[in-house]
């Protein structure tokens, strides 16, 4: 009985560590998998393995991340059925603690930067918003240049809150906006500590996990918890240095 315990729970392990998950969606079936993907279909739609992994890995050596074990990338036909199942209107959408991607779209760039930064850690919906906007979708926003379209609202004092609250301003104009600052950042410090502050919004439990991570901004002394002091005060002080005062 020990013998079997142990065998069960040794495959148990490998499942979990391979990323394979136990049962999909219903009506969807394994067309392919990549190195970090299970590509999910049905009624004959196709997938996009090879760009997707590529894309996936070019992303992860820009942000300098590893992204570890395989997840499930469903392709659906309608924006609907995406709504249906993670709970979230769109194209697309991803869970940033399982990597997991229910998407219109065979290959949706977007939604693999949130697989690669989930990997990182989450500073919250304006910058994981900013930063698929600026990589994934190339700094456009339905084919318009994210940096004009974001200048028609710097300066508006409701975009100025958008960073705390992204639902602030309504989608077509907060993406740009997001987009926009963190292709300013990226262009600015580099994508190395872009990648930096993502880490830094992880939760951290130790003094000595807050004393190995890489500082490039002033943070906040206090003691230690679940919640991420240094992101908060890193994404303060960007919030108060970078963007302009309402006029």
């Not at 906007?133 to 974001?150: H, I, S, T």
Request: net charge positive; glycine share 10%; proline share 6%.
């Amino acid at each position: 009985m020990k013998s079997l315990v142990r065998t069960t729970l040794t495959v148990a392990g490998m499942l979990v560590a391979g990323g394979l998950e136990a049962s999909p969606l219903p009506g969807f079936h394994l067309a392919a998998q990549s190195e970090n993907f299970l590509f999910y279909t049905r009624d004959s739609r196709k997938v996009d393995a090879g760009r997707s992994q590529r894309f996936l890995a070019g992303t992860a050596r820009l942000l300098e991340v590893q992204v570890q074990g395989k997840a499930a990338y469903y392709v659906h036909e309608h924006a609907e059925e995406v709504a249906s199942t993670p709970g979230v209107y769109g194209s697309g959408v991803t869970d940033l603690k399982t990597g997991e991607i229910n998407a219109v779209s065979a290959y949706h760039r977007h939604e693999i930067v949130h697989r690669v930064a989930g990997a990182l850690g989450d500073p919250g919906r304006f910058f994981q918003e900013g930063l698929a906007v600026a990589l994934g979708d190339e700094g456009r926003w339905n084919g318009v240049e994210v940096d004009k379209l974001a200048a028609r609202v710097r300066r508006d004092a409701k975009a100025r809150g958008v960073i705390e609250d992204f639902s602030r301003l309504e989608p077509n104009t907060a993406y740009p906006v997001a987009g926009s600052f963190v292709g300013f950042l990226i262009r600015t410090y580099g994508a190395r500590r872009v990648s930096d502050f993502f880490r830094d919004c992880r939760p951290v439990t130790s003094l000595a996990e807050v004393a190995s991570r890489p500082r490039t901004i002033p943070v906040v002394r206090g003691p230690v918890s679940s919640a991420p002091r240094p992101c908060n005060a890193r994404r303060s002080r960007l919030a108060s240095s970078t963007l302009p005062p309402p006029t």
